[in-house]
């Protein structure tokens, strides 16, 4: 679905065919994210290697984003025109990433661009569950947006209400409504409003933050290009999961068959101290004892390496809890007893 829907907002000829800049704009904006990590990305995409903006390659930016919304028929309120991007930035030859997400984030920003921070936000209120009926449909709940009538008393509207002009009562359209992203019980509202009257609420800081003016590294994707068709489709398989068995991962269980543990049993080939702590300090620390002794009642089963698993879990007990000298005298007699 998301293909067949790109394909038909940027490629309205019938070409087959949609040009990377492109697929670039509208997966960077329609992801979940920050907006301001999303427009920074953006600009290094639009800037030259001095940091400043390319305006050609900004018009091409709101060309692509722009056909977003004209592809859910918002074209004629959000739609590309000549004065789009002379409503962002005036006639500056030199906008560094600072200017431009001063520009496009500013609250109200620019006019075509209304509904970029509306999109960010339903991605993060979507699951915000509200537990107030909506006085247009009646619900007792609903998540999403809540909307809230500045003039009358209590009066609330769920998302789908609000947007399609839904109202009841004596309420009416041109009254104040302010939105909101989250909800808070009567009691903390109380509180909160006690604290601010006693200025124990912090200011929130709501500018955008700054940046170094210094461009940034763009991403080199060139080794995915390069590769052929089969090993980028091996690259996007997604990782197959690891079998779990009694609560634990078996590639994280110490078999009988790791090399560390047949070097230690056979005695043909003993290994290094600092190699063995180096290979037991690769495990999980949480797991680490409980795995020693899944494996140490698996040796004890076999009266030949009873003594053997003894003496190992003793040199781990040494390594991670009692003397860390290699050269002492007790430690290189039990290292060339192993």
Known sequence: MLLNWLVGAFDSVGRGKIKVFSLKVALSHMCAGKLVDKLRYVFTQISDSSGCLIRSRFIDYLKDLLALPTA???????????????????NRTQINVNDFLNALMADPGPQCLMW?????????????????QCEGCHRESFMGFRYKCQRCYNYQLCQ????????????????EMKEYT???SPAKQIGH???????CVPKSNAHVPQFPNTPEKKLDLSYIINLPFEEILELLKPPTPVPVRNGYHESSIVTSQ????????????????SKLTESLNSMCIDDEHRLIARYAARLAA???????TIMMLTFISLTKFGSRDSNSTFNQDFIRHL
């Open 182 to 184: 989250t909800y808070k």
């Open 258 to 273: 790791s090399p560390d543990v047949l070097s230690i049993d056979s005695g043909n080939s003993p290994q290094s101290p």
């Open 116 to 132: 970029l921070p509306i999109l960010n936000k339903m991605a993060h209120v979507e699951n915000v569950f509200h537990p107030v």
């Open 302 to 308: 076999d009266t030949k390496d009873a003594v053997s």
């Open 193 to 199: 409003a006690l604290k601010k009257s006693l200025k």
């Open 72 to 90: 859910v028929f918002e074209g004629p309120s959000f739609g590309y025109n000549d004065t789009a991007c002379r409503s962002c930035f005036d």
């Open 160 to 175: 789908d209400c609000f947007w399609r002009g839904r109202t009841s009562g004596n309420h009416g359209n041109d009254h």
